[in-house]
């Protein structure tokens, strides 16, 4: 089978979510650069760590904008160990966090977890919900227990139906035509004929 030879080859990196202080890498994984440029300007710009655009993440179809993550690395240059659990990065060794699916467009910081499923990965990247559990008062909770329920639960089932009935006969009485006592249709005012 004969390749393409006018088909751009994929340029691939590691896409890093955060680069926290305490020398954790929050790490998206590997993803393929979305690019109109040539690859010589893509891979001058991702070595010179100037790259923008978008990074196809996996086989997920998801693309991400650089914007929203801390670094886009040739694979060439982050290597990772034990098992995925550090990383070696310019000339540095750093914890690996695992960022979810979920979190790659959290605009937010990212804290670490230990993986409460298993051992690999050793960290999970999770939002950072600190700030808002600050502002949560006690104090405003609901006294009792809260019991949520269909807003109809506890309507009467024919409510809707009779006032249908009514809304149709205000509209009969109105327009002077209708049905009878008698069961007979006409000018309700009336007299039926005999």
């Known amino acids: 089978m004969m390749r393409n030879p006018f088909k751009k080859a994929p340029i691939k990196a590691w ?4 680069i926290d202080d305490d020398q954790t890498l929050h790490l998206c994984g590997q993803g393929v650069l979305e690019s109109t440029e040539k690859p010589k300007h893509v891979r001058e710009a991702l070595r010179t760590g100037r790259y923008q655009g978008g990074v196809r993440m996996g086989n997920t179809g998801i693309v991400l904008n650089t914007r929203r993550i801390a670094a886009v690395v040739p694979l060439d240059r982050l290597r990772l160990v034990d098992d995925g659990r550090v990383a070696e990065w310019e000339g540095r060794s750093w914890a690996v966090s695992q960022v979810p699916q979920r979190c790659w467009n959290y605009e937010g910081r990212l804290v670490t977890q230990k993986n409460p499923m298993s051992n690999s990965p050793a960290l999970i990247s999770t939002e950072d919900v600190s700030t808002i559990r600050k502002n949560i008062s006690r104090d405003g909770a609901p006294p009792g227990e809260v019991v949520f329920r269909p807003a109809n639960a506890l309507e009467d089932p024919l409510q809707d139906t009779q006032a249908a009935i ?19 249709w006409g000018p309700v005012n009336e007299a039926p004929e005999e």
Do not use: S
């Open 15 to 18: 896409v890093i979510k955060q």
């Open 166 to 184: 009514k809304d149709v006969q205000e509209r009969r009485k109105r327009a002077g035509k209708g049905w009878r006592e008698d069961g007979t």
